[in-house]
């Protein structure tokens, strides 16, 4: 984009956080959650007309990357975890981060650092999650980012 003249595109990711207070117990949480994920996910691609796993490739190329991420292994980065993406064939916000609350948010400031703009976060469970997130990840977040400025600016 800078060689073309051209704004830079605004950079967006989504993920699905799994937090629990510790990085073990967010794992434990995780892998229930997996299961879950993979109980429902065929009855919804039927619903979604998306391809269940082994029924063919989903026709987007960020699914047809995000499985292939995925086959390569199932945990990248600090925290990021594939396992959901390869149980849905990609379907939707498939990646999770999994960890403590100050794991999750070194992570989301991980991918500002590598210049994603706009972070997109919902769990498996909406509401509490949301909640979840609010008290304790988002704190961490922002404070690390007043932090980056106050410090960047002196």
Same mark, same amino acid.
């Given at each position: $984009?800078? /060689?073309?003249?051209?704004?830079?595109?605004?950079?967006?990711?989504?993920?699905?956080?799994?937090?629990?207070?510790?990085?073990?117990?967010?794992?434990?949480? /995780?892998?229930?959650?997996?299961?879950?994920?993979?109980?429902?996910?065929?009855?919804?691609?039927?619903?979604?007309? &998306?391809?269940?796993?082994?029924?063919?490739?989903?026709?987007?190329?960020?699914?047809?990357?995000?499985?292939? =991420?995925?086959?390569?292994?199932?945990?990248? *980065?600090?925290?990021?975890?594939?396992?959901?993406?390869?149980?849905?064939? /990609?379907?939707?916000?498939?990646? $999770?981060?999994?960890?403590?609350?100050?794991? =999750?948010?070194?992570?989301?400031?991980?991918?500002? *650092?590598?210049?994603?703009?706009?972070?997109?976060?919902?769990? &498996? *469970?909406?509401?509490? *999650?949301?909640?979840? &997130?609010?008290?304790?990840?988002?704190?961490?977040?922002?404070?690390?980012? $007043?932090?980056?400025?106050?410090?960047?600016? /002196?």
């Amino acid at each position: $984009a800078d /060689a073309a003249g051209r704004p830079r595109p605004r950079i967006w990711v989504s993920f699905r956080p799994i937090i629990a207070p510790t990085d073990e117990l967010a794992w434990e949480k /995780a892998h229930r959650t997996l299961g879950a994920v993979k109980a429902n996910h065929a009855e919804r691609a039927k619903r979604r007309h &998306y391809p269940a796993v082994g029924q063919g490739a989903p026709s987007n190329v960020g699914s047809q990357r995000l499985l292939a =991420v995925a086959e390569r292994g199932e945990v990248h *980065d600090r925290c990021l975890w594939t396992a959901p993406a390869a149980a849905t064939n /990609a379907a939707g916000a498939s990646t $999770a981060l999994v960890g403590s609350p100050e794991t =999750v948010a070194k992570a989301l400031l991980d991918y500002v *650092d590598i210049g994603c703009e706009l972070l997109s976060i919902r769990g &498996y *469970d909406p509401l509490n *999650d949301a909640i979840d &997130y609010g008290r304790h990840v988002l704190p961490l977040v922002r404070q690390e980012l $007043a932090h980056r400025a106050a410090t960047s600016a /002196a």
